[in-house]
Structures are given as structure tokens and as C-alpha cells.
């Protein structure tokens, strides 16, 4: 028995691939910045130009010398890199910046939808005339990227909540990837409108948007712009005081295009972007490169979200700017782990420390030994609040290869009720515009949206909210085993 268990080769998991759906202006400006930087995150490590299976996961390589379509080529060296991705916005300006630009080569236009009136910062616009006006070509796009792939594992959505193409037509097409592809994970990455928001509707927008993501997202991973722009601003105010001293690069990677083919000026968007794209960078590092302990993204979904409903998940990203010196003492792999606990490298205003965790995953890339991380997550276990039956709820992925610029990095998503503030505010902000019926009218008239939606949205938002006070109300309680169907319904 042993000497044939021996003899047998070894099993390897088949390589996944993963499609990108990029939709609307924010949407489709983070997607620029994570293809532009899984780009050189694969040059750095693929010296030889030989097209692989870590390229395979986002990437297909196709035989274009003959025009046109050319066919897969799956083995040998690289042709012509095509992302997997669709880009879809209702307004053309982006998509055709970034078809001018030095991505122009990674996308062609079988992957495009565009219109040129754009969703005027309105939920029904976008979910309900565009869905309806581009369903069949979405779900044929769709089904051509699919066909592209041997074995498709994930989609993922970036879009934003406040406007109107990314938060209607966004959502509109986690429906279509739920009744399309039901078996495939969908992750949503959702940029949060700020209190100080310039769309006077982005209320309304997030709170129907919301009772899309809640229904039909498999993990979602909310970023407000407020946390984005104090990151922003913390790690210029570093770079300027010369507190870094040497230690920091001046252009970081993280924070700056700069080392890329743009040369235009830099808009403030930019850096913001740029930090959710290192996030999308990171969270599917383990699916892109080889680690002594892989995770796979349906992994995440499978051991982060307990109950359906509640898969909103706060994500903290460490280093936050480039370390010069790479030989890190050991001691910064550990104020790393520090970091991804405290507010300052949280991309949603929120305390975790404070509220009760449902799992936490740990993503470590790098150089970084199973011991380093257990030690650390024992160190940090004492002052994190776990729910009681899952104490153990660590979900953890190394990846041996770090992002470039960096020795180490670390993301930390963490499903934990310190989310419920950020839907408390919202539900706020949306029952104000609502009391007064303000700009109601603007959705009312647009086909197929009815004031139901509205009362139907909110009372979705509570009823989450109010799980979330559920669990809460479950902190420091002894340690029981609860009957889990009843808070999943």
C-alpha cells in the first residue's frame, strides 16, 4: 500500500480562472489600476515570457498574427495577454481613456459594452432601462468569456454605490451571473459614497443597490471613499515630514502609477484606486502564484460567512507604502500583523476590535513561515471578541510571492458586526431624502421602478441591520452553541 501511494503522482488542484466585471466610471478606473498592476506583478516574477498557469487565472493568451481572434494558445510563449474581464459603462469616456492608453492591448472590443447617455446618478436608470436594454448582450459576453475559461471559480464586480451606472446596472448584473452561472462564486468589491457625497441621491442609490448585494452577492467587500482618502493623506503627510526618512520610497507603489506607462498628470482618484486595486491584488494573490499554503477564493466564502446574509466582510491592508529596506527584521512581521488590526489600515471606517467577530482570514505574502503566522494570531487572539461557537475561526492563505516593491504584505478580512454603523448611516441618510419624498419622482417615472422598491430596499437594510444587533447582543455572553437556522433566515 505505501510504496503504491508512493508510486502515485501527486494531485494538484486543477488551475481556476476567475473574470472581472467592471461597471461604471469607478468601477472601470479600479479595474484599470488592478490590470495595469497584476501586469507587473507577473513581469516581475516571469522573466522568461512563458505563459503559465498563474497567468492562465486572469490572463488567456491568444494567437493574434493572422487578425482577428486568434485561438487560445494554453502552453509555450506569451502572444498577445487578454484579460478576463468585461467593461461596461454607460457613459464612454473612461472606457475609451483607458482603450487609448497602455492597456489598450489587454482588452478588445468584444469585451466592451458602452453606451453615451450614462445612468444621470440613478439606481432605476441602470438597473432597470439599461439591465433591460443590454441583458442578451452581457449574458453573450458573458458566456463567450466563460466558454474561454476550463474551469471558471469566480467572478468579480467592482462597482460603486452612490451613482448610477455602478450601483443599477452593477447590481443588474449580479442577478444575470446568479441566474446565468449559479455555481460560481460572486465577489463584490462596492466603493461606499461619503457623508459629504456630491450625487444628492447616492442615498437612495446605495440603500437599492444594498437589497441587491444582500440577496445575491456570495462576499462583499464594502470600501468607503473616507477611509481611502484619510489613507491617502496619512501616507502623504509620512512622505512629505520626512518622518520615513529613507525607509520610504517617493513613489510607492501603492499609492502612486508612477513606474507604469502614465505620464499624465496624476488625478486625487488616483492613489485612492490604486489602494483598492492592491487589495483586489492581494486577495487573489493565492489564486495567481504558488504558496505553501494556498487558499482558494471559494475558500473565503465558504469559511467566512456563517450565515447567508451576513457576508460583509472589512478589509485591512499593511504595509500601506513601500519599505526600502528589505532585509525587514522580524519584528516588522509582526507590527505587520499589528497593523491589519488597527484602524489606521482599514479601508471602512470601523472598529473590529470592539464588535464581535463571526471569522477572520489572513492572506500573508512573502517569505513568511506557518509558525510566524500562528504565533501572531495567538498573540492578537486575547483582545479580539470571537462569536462563541467559532473560536477558531481563523481562515489563513500563504503566498510566497510578495507584491512588488514589498518583502511581506498582509490583508485581513475580517466578518465582524463593526460593518452595522456603516448601514446605520446609510439607512439615516437614505430615511431623510425619503421623508421628505425628495427627488422620488426622478426614479418613479423611469419603466418598471415603483415606490414599492424603495420600502422594500429599507426594510431590507434594517432587517440586516438588525442581525447584525442579534449577534451583538450575543458579545460576552457564556458559551452556548445557538440554533443556527434560526438567525440564517
Request: proline content about 4%.
Amino acid at each position: 500500500g505505501a510504496a503504491a501511494a508512493a508510486r502515485a503522482p501527486r494531485v494538484t488542484a486543477p488551475m481556476t480562472q476567475s473574470v472581472v466585471l467592471q461597471v461604471g466610471q469607478c468601477g472601470n478606473q479600479i479595474g484599470c489600476r488592478f490590470w495595469d498592476l497584476a501586469l507587473r506583478e507577473h513581469a516581475a516574477v516571469n522573466k522568461k515570457g512563458i505563459y503559465d498557469e498563474a497567468l492562465s487565472s486572469f490572463f488567456r493568451n491568444v494567437d493574434t498574427r493572422n487578425g482577428g481572434d486568434g485561438a487560445d494558445i494554453h502552453k509555450g510563449k506569451i502572444f498577445s495577454l487578454k484579460a478576463r474581464a468585461l467593461l461596461i459603462d454607460m457613459e464612454e469616456g473612461v472606457v475609451n481613456e483607458i482603450l487609448q492608453g497602455p492597456l489598450r492591448d489587454v482588452f478588445d472590443s468584444k469585451q466592451l459594452i458602452t453606451d453615451v447617455s450614462g445612468s444621470g446618478n440613478n439606481w432605476a436608470v441602470g438597473h432597470k432601462l439599461y439591465g433591460c436594454q443590454y441583458r442578451e448582450h452581457i449574458v453573450e459576453k458573458l458566456r463567450r468569456t466563460a466558454e474561454h475559461c476550463d474551469c471558471l471559480q469566480c467572478f468579480f464586480v467592482i462597482h460603486s454605490m452612490g451613482g448610477g451606472t455602478g450601483s443599477g446596472l452593477g447590481t443588474f448584473v449580479l442577478n444575470v451571473l446568479e441566474d446565468e452561472f449559479p455555481e460560481v462564486y460572486r465577489f463584490v468589491t462596492s466603493v461606499y459614497p461619503s457623508g459629504e457625497d456630491d450625487v444628492i441621491t447616492s442615498p437612495y442609490n446605495s440603500v437599492l443597490a444594498m437589497k441587491e448585494l444582500n440577496e445575491h452577492a456570495d462576499c462583499v467587500l464594502p470600501i468607503e471613499n473616507e477611509s481611502l482618502f484619510s489613507i491617502v493623506s496619512k501616507i502623504h503627510q509620512m512622505t512629505n515630514s520626512g518622518k520615513l526618512g529613507s525607509t520610504v520610497k517617493q513613489n510607492s507603489l501603492l499609492t502612486s502609477s508612477a513606474g507604469s506607462i502614465k505620464t499624465e498628470q496624476e488625478k486625487p482618484f488616483d492613489a485612492m484606486n490604486n489602494i483598492v486595486a492592491n487589495l483586489l491584488l492581494n486577495l487573489t494573490s493565492s489564486a495567481r502564484f504558488e504558496g505553501s499554503l494556498n487558499m482558494d477564493l471559494n475558500e473565503i466564502s465558504m469559511n467566512l460567512v456563517p450565515f447567508p446574509r451576513l457576508h460583509y466582510l472589512v478589509s485591512s491592508l499593511t504595509p500601506l507604502y513601500t519599505l526600502a529596506d528589505v532585509n525587514v527584521p522580524s519584528r516588522r512581521l509582526d507590527q505587520m500583523f499589528s497593523d491589519a488590526f488597527s484602524k489606521d489600515h482599514q479601508l471602512i471606517q470601523a472598529d473590529p476590535k470592539h464588535s464581535l467577530y463571526l471569522a477572520c482570514a489572513l492572506l500573508v505574502r512573502g517569505n513568511v513561515q506557518v509558525s510566524d503566522l500562528r504565533r501572531n494570531i495567538e498573540r492578537l487572539k486575547p483582545s479580539l471578541h470571537f462569536v462563541s461557537w467559532n473560536q477558531e475561526g481563523w481562515k489563513t492563505g500563504l503566498c510566497s510571492v510578495p507584491p512588488v516593491g514589498h518583502s511581506h504584505s498582509l490583508l485581513a478580512l475580517a466578518n465582524n458586526t463593526c460593518v452595522k454603523p456603516t448601514f446605520t448611516e446609510l439607512k439615516d441618510r437614505f430615511m431623510k431624502l425619503y421623508k421628505k419624498k425628495a427627488h422620488l419622482h426622478h426614479y418613479l417615472h423611469v419603466d418598471g421602478m415603483e415606490q414599492s422598491c424603495f420600502s422594500e430596499a429599507i426594510s431590507s437594510l434594517s432587517d440586516l441591520i438588525e442581525e447584525y444587533n442579534q449577534l451583538d447582543a450575543t458579545k460576552g455572553a457564556p458559551r452556548t452553541d445557538p440554533s443556527r437556522l434560526k438567525i440564517a433566515m
